[in-house]
């Protein structure tokens, strides 16, 4: 087994475990129920996205794409679908960039708290989930109760 499987813990002035090894948190990737970390990317526009100016105030479709895969008829696609995702107040952020936890290609739908409600890996650009699947997760986050959801929790 390789040692990056492994914990590695350390203690801190008050005997408590205190870390992680870097190698487990390179493997750890986003998963529905998890929250978006704050990011900062170079969207495929050029313009620069701060997670933190969306948190609170919308919905986030998060596309990751590679550097090697194009994408071009994705992205098309999706772009096609702007109008709709606004309609759901939500921000399609698509970015060649790394994302902590969110190795490419890979798509995620959260929540405008940054709850991950839909997450997709795929094995190449082509695969990802079609903007009707997104828009219809978009549409659950639209009709659903927030007491309702505290409740179940």
């Not at 978006?36 to 969207?43: K, Y």
């Not at 096609?80 to 399609?92: A, G, Q």
Request: charged fraction near 25%.
């Amino acid at each position: 087994m390789s040692r990056g499987l492994f914990r590695s813990t350390a203690c801190n002035a008050r005997g408590n475990e205190s870390f992680e090894s870097p190698m487990e948190d390179a493997v750890k990737q986003l998963s529905r129920g998890d929250a978006v970390p704050h990011f900062e990317v170079r969207t495929l526009e050029g313009t620069t996205f701060s997670y933190a100016e969306l948190w609170q105030r919308r919905n986030l479709v998060l596309v990751a794409l590679p550097e090697a895969d194009s994408g071009a008829e994705y992205i098309s696609q999706l772009n096609t679908c702007r109008e709709e995702f606004d309609d759901l107040e939500t921000t399609c952020v698509m970015t060649r960039e790394p994302v902590a936890g969110l190795p490419p290609p890979r798509v995620l739908v959260a929540d405008r708290w940054g709850e991950i409600v839909y997450v997709v890996t795929a094995a190449a650009v082509d695969s990802l989930p079609p903007c009707a699947e997104l828009l219809e997760w978009l549409q659950y986050l639209a009709h659903r109760c927030p007491e309702c959801e505290g409740e179940a929790r």
